[in-house]
């Protein structure tokens, strides 16, 4: 073997092992984006979620009609130990504490407080992720979800996910 078919033999080598390692890096690039994607999707998909089971058999006291507020304050309809609806003798529902639904802006995480408990984590938004509530009318409400994380060192690791829906809230009239 001469030195000639030596060296095309080890720049033969030498390219394709660039190739190999720009797909590699290129592959793994991908995978983290469409991760970091899906945990934004995945965010405010249970943030809506779990705000729309709460709200199911809940009086929405703040925002007022209108309005518009980055917290939500209501009320659940008390039950027994049975699970059953606690009514007043007229069939109304009897309304338990308010509750508020906020983001603690620093760490993302939207929860629900409640007097005399620890707050509970509905979704993890991200450090920069926002909430907004808008009462359109006495039974609809507007929500506004954004899970957001950003990167600056490496943009494939951040994501940006949004979402608003209108909700149709029962109960308010009692």
Do not use: C
Request: hydrophobic share 40%; aromatic share 6%; glycine share 8%.
């Amino acid at each position: 073997m001469t030195l000639i078919e030596v060296m095309v033999a080890a720049s033969l080598f030498l390219m394709l092992s660039m190739v190999l390692y720009w797909v590699t890096r290129y592959a793994g690039a991908a995978q983290r984006k469409h991760t970091a994607a899906t945990t934004g999707q995945r965010a405010v998909a249970l943030a809506l979620q779990r705000i729309e089971r709460r709200l199911l058999t809940a009086r929405v006291i703040e925002p007022a009609v209108g309005d518009s507020a980055d917290k939500l304050t209501f009320r659940q309809a008390t039950a027994d130990a049975g699970g059953n609806l606690v009514t007043e003798p007229d069939g109304r529902p009897v309304w338990g504490d308010p509750s508020t639904l906020e983001l603690e802006s620093a760490s993302g995480l939207l929860r629900v407080i409640r007097n005399g408990q620890p707050p509970e984590v509905v979704a993890n938004l991200g450090p920069e992720g926002e909430s907004e509530f808008t009462r359109l009318s006495t039974r609809s409400l507007q929500v506004r979800i954004l899970a957001q994380e950003s990167n600056p060192g490496d943009l494939s690791r951040g994501y940006r996910q949004e979402r608003v829906v209108q909700l149709y809230i029962q109960n308010q009239d009692s």
